[in-house]
């Protein structure tokens, strides 16, 4: 089957936002996701150059520029922001590969998608309870003791920036919204085998991205918690990271590698097939020797090497 015929079906069946592009940008295949994305119909799509329809017009030479690199680079992931049809920006991570035979093609799938985060208007006193979220660290102390349990005696949030007006009052309160400790609090869980006690929990009012607090006793009835939230940019930095050292240290091949990364992220053999432009017999053959190398017995057998 032609790749390009390949890379349609993929495009109409995928559920996330994909977009085929010719050497120069222009567009040439859009599934519905991304239409749907951008709140365009395919004609104003089709045959325009990526720069020109999605891009914001200051961004336009520095996205193109980094578009042609990828024909000559390893790189596949891009952050930018695109444009919708009611002029709102997204600020979106694509996964790109150049696939095919020559002339090749460019293969988008955005992988994360979302309104780019405000910046506060200068002056603003900075409401910690609602600024805290991905990318933020806070740190606080508390009182440890039965009757206080909780109550804030100091709180920093990024960048050691004290926060007094956030002092008296129970952490639970400012931070979670709650009316008693969170059932996880790692100060009430069952006693770790040593300090600091860390715990991990999905970050609080976010669909996406997890908190890590690690709570230490100072003594004198007082412990320090300090906070701090992993967003999706550093998940993918920490789960390439990975994918990296499992193909070092097993002596991958850079195809093998290459297969090993979609794998990890679920895709199945027509997938990477059409990804990589290489055949679906070829993907298969490079995965039973990366699982060998590995010494996993199925591609399901991979979730424990990583976990």
């Not at 069952?190 to 999905?202: C, E, G």
């Not at 990296?244 to 990364?261: H, Y």
Request: hydrophobic share 40%.
């Amino acid at each position: 089957m032609d790749w390009s015929l390949t890379a349609s079906l993929l495009a109409e069946r995928d559920t996330r936002p994909i977009v085929v592009m010719d050497r120069r940008g222009r567009i040439e295949l859009a599934n519905g996701a991304f239409t749907a994305l951008l709140g365009r119909p395919r004609e104003e799509l089709l045959g325009r150059r990526w720069t020109d329809v999605c891009t914001p017009r200051e961004h336009g030479r520095e996205v193109g520029r980094a578009l042609r690199a990828i024909f000559t680079s390893a790189e596949t992931r891009m952050e930018t922001q695109v444009l919708t049809r009611d002029g709102e920006r997204l600020s979106v991570e694509l996964d790109v590969a150049a696939v095919g035979r020559p002339p090749l093609r460019l293969v988008a799938i955005v992988t994360r998608a979302a309104p780019p985060l405000s910046v506060p208007e200068r002056g603003a006193v900075p409401d910690v309870a609602a600024a805290h979220g991905p990318r933020g660290d806070l740190s606080y102390e508390i009182s440890t003791e039965l009757s206080s349990f909780g109550t804030l005696k100091a709180v920093w949030t990024s960048g050691e920036a004290r926060q007094e007006e956030m002092v008296g009052q129970p952490c639970f309160g400012a931070f979670a919204h709650r009316d008693a400790p969170c059932l996880d609090c790692p100060l009430t869980a069952a006693a770790p085998a040593s300090w600091p006690h860390t715990i991990v929990r999905q970050a609080a009012g976010h669909a996406e991205g997890y908190e890590v607090i690690t709570a230490t006793p100072m003594g004198a009835g007082t412990a320090r918690v300090s906070v701090h939230t992993i967003g999706d940019d550093t998940l993918s930095g920490l789960f390439e990271a990975k994918v990296r050292r499992m193909a070092n240290a097993a002596r991958l091949s850079e195809r093998e590698g290459d297969v090993l990364r979609y794998l990890a992220l679920g895709r199945s053999p027509t997938d990477i097939s059409t990804v990589l432009g290489i055949t679906e017999r070829t993907v298969k053959f490079h995965q039973a020797n990366l699982l060998r190398k590995l010494g996993a017995e199925t591609r399901y057998d991979l979730l424990r090497l990583f976990f």
